[in-house]
Structures are given as C-alpha cells and as structure tokens.
T-cell receptor
C-alpha cells in the first residue's frame, strides 16, 4: 500500500504561537487529503478536506482562520494551528487518497502516523 | 453519510476467532463498507473493504448480507497484537469525495 508521513511526530509549543504540521504522500499522488483530530479515548473527528490546488472545505464548527490548510502540490498538505491554546492540544492525523504514479487509483485512504500537539 | 453502530468494546482470548458486527441501516447504493484498525497514538490502518457478499484478504474476512444493512468483520485466531480499536465506515466515493466519518469504534482487547 501507499505511505503517508507526517512531520513532526510530536510538538510542544507555548500558548499563542503557531504550529505547522506537514503531511506527505511518499509514493503516490494525493489528489485529496483529509485532516482529523483525535482526543484521548475518542474517535477521529474530520476537520477538513483539501483538494490539490483549491481551497480546503471545512467541517461545521471548525474555524478555518485558526486551522489553515494548504495543499499546494500532489504530495504535500500542511495544517497550521494559529495562535495555539491549550485546548488545541490533540492528536492530529492526516489521510490521503489519489493515484499511483502509473495512473491507477487507490480505493482506500491512507493515514499518516499522526502528530501529537501539546500547547502549554 | 450513513451512520454506523458498533459495540463499544469486546474481549477475546488468543487463538479465538473474533467477529465484530456493524449496523448501517441507512447505507446508500453507492456506499462501500470499509474497516480500519487503530493502535494507540497511531493513524488508522486499512483492513478490508467490500460492497456485498464476502471479501477475504490475508488478515480478515468481511461478510455483508444481501440487504447490506450490516456487516461483520471476522478476525481469525487473534493474537495479543490484535488489541486495538476497530472502526467500521461507509464511504461514498462519488458524492462525498471519499470523505470518511468515523463512529465510536469497537475497542477489542485480546487476553492471553
């Protein structure tokens, strides 16, 4: 299967700072990427969907000005948590779906390993 | 998107077969059924996907009855390393762009 990486794997920051999380598809072209957040012992909550070259679509209740998403290429999407506060501390996970280099499509989504954000 | 309902938790012992059933009464014609596995502090991992009848791969089987209102993930001879949360999802490729909405999942605990 395809591989999705995230960087960093964990980050600790001070309240009020901004944090950028990268999501990369390593061996396929990710036409669509998704960002989730997950609190302890809870399920994944979809935050937004981003298609390469266009603006992200945010789920209801997710502030687009706080969680900036950029999907500028077929292999990279970034999530920037602006002016982070302790309540933004969570596990952020990206996923991707798309096509192989040869042009075949994948039916399933591939998830990254997640990024643990702690805001002090 | 169709809502899914699963048991919150299940217990099993090593070597047993585990069957996790998911109900999705409002599944639409275009929806596929997909199961993911998640370990603590990791991203979900794809297990299996199906549309109807039975699908089998190297790790699991998926049974889907004719009305498609439920599905059962079958894990043969589980081991301690199968302790994880298992999510059942329905996915509409065409109308939702592949968006996945996760339900609560089933926390499987395998004991020695």
């Amino acid at each position: 299967g395809a591989v999705v990486s995230q960087h960093p794997s964990r980050v600790i920051c001070k309240s009020g700072t901004s944090v950028k999380i990268e999501c990369r598809s390593l061996d396929f072209q990710a036409t669509t990427m998704f960002w989730y957040r997950q609190f302890p012992k809870k399920s994944l909550m979809l935050m937004a969907t981003s298609n390469e070259g266009s603006k992200a679509t945010y789920e209801q209740g997710v502030e687009k000005d706080k969680f900036l998403i950029n999907h500028a290429s077929l292999t990279l999407s970034t999530l920037t948590v602006t002016s982070a506060h302790p309540e933004d501390s969570s596990f952020y996970i990206c996923s991707a779906r798309g096509h192989t280099i040869a042009g075949g499509s994948y039916n399933e989504q591939f998830f990254g390993p997640g990024t643990r954000l702690t805001v002090l | 998107l169709a809502k899914t309902t699963q048991p919150i938790s299940m217990d099993s012992y090593e070597g047993q077969e585990v069957n996790i059933t998911c109900s999705h009464n409002n599944i639409a014609t275009n929806d596929y059924i997909t199961w993911y596995q998640q370990f603590p502090s990791q991203g979900p991992r794809f297990i299996i996907q199906g549309y109807k009848t039975k699908v089998t791969n190297e790790v699991a089987s998926l049974f889907i009855p004719a009305d498609r209102k439920s599905s059962t993930l079958s894990l043969p001879r589980v081991s301690l390393s199968d302790t994880a949360v298992y999510y059942c999802l329905v996915e509409d490729d065409y109308n939702q762009g592949g968006k996945l909405i996760f339900g609560q999942g089933t926390e499987l605990s395998v004991k020695p």
